[in-house]
């Protein structure tokens, strides 16, 4: 069983499109989160969810919106894509925002031509 | 393979040999501090973590070292295995259970 799944695993986009991101976790945990990992390997807090509620925004652009329905799912929408949106996205999880072992999703591979 | 092109620190190590992967990290008021491995096309996986109040903490062929006068903290890895190949990150922990990461280190594990 997966833990941590998103979908889709890659995304392939013209500029200006707007896409969405999916991730659902069946860990029961309460905490969820969205990373972006550049080219050169850098991985970065985007945003994060605890039981549905909004804690962390990094300074990311309101192109994004994260949105989540329960505190299984966080999905990711990006409207108007650039360029420099091209990445991979991971959904993480953790129990709650005191357990500090978060447990990542296999990433979704986003290029944006 | 995926880190062609990559500029970051890239240590190669027999297999059998010992690993130490090393990290800087610049948040004195972290509370815990984090190693995860990244293997290939894959999300990054816990491995281990020690608290801001300890030096050293073992795992399983793995320990990790904190030294806060120097801002610095490694990771051991005793009898590497090619299955260790992968990009090694180490986080700090902040406010909100925001985990801020470094730059990731390559470990080849050559046979």
């Known amino acids: 069983d997966t833990a941590v799944s998103q979908t889709p695993k890659y995304l392939v986009t013209q500029m200006g499109n707007d896409k969405s991101i999916k991730c659902e976790q069946n860990?029961?945990?309460?905490?969820m989160y969205w990373y972006k990992q550049d080219s050169k390997k850098f991985l970065k807090i985007m945003f994060s969810?605890?039981?549905?509620?909004?804690?962390i925004n990094e300074t990311v652009p309101n192109r994004f919106s994260p949105k989540s329905p329960d505190k299984a799912h966080l999905n990711l929408h990006i409207n108007s894509l650039e360029l420099g949106d091209s990445a991979v996205y991971f959904c993480?999880?953790?129990?709650?925002?005191?357990?500090?072992?978060?447990?990542f999703g296999p990433g979704t591979r986003l290029l944006v031509l | 393979g995926e880190s062609v092109g990559l500029h970051l620190p890239t240590l190669s190590v027999q297999e059998g040999d010992n690993s130490i992967i090393n990290c800087a990290y610049s948040?004195?008021?972290?509370?815990?501090f984090i190693w995860y491995k990244q293997e290939s096309g894959k999300g990054p996986q816990f491995i281990i973590d020690?608290?801001?109040?300890?030096d050293k903490r073992q795992g399983q062929r793995v320990t990790v070292l904190l030294n806060k006068t120097v801002k610095h903290l490694s990771l051991q890895i005793a009898a590497t295995q090619p299955g260790d190949s992968a990009v090694y990150f180490c986080?700090?922990?902040?406010?909100?259970?925001?985990?801020?990461f470094g730059a990731g280190t390559i470990l080849r594990v050559k046979s």
């Open positions: 993480a999880s953790s129990q709650d925002t005191r357990d500090k072992t978060q447990y």
């Open positions: 860990l029961g945990h309460d905490t």
């Open positions: 969810y605890n039981n549905k509620e909004l804690i």
């Open positions: 948040n004195s008021a972290s509370d815990y």
């Open positions: 020690i608290r801001s109040n300890m």
């Open positions: 986080a700090e922990r902040e406010y909100g259970n925001k985990l801020v």
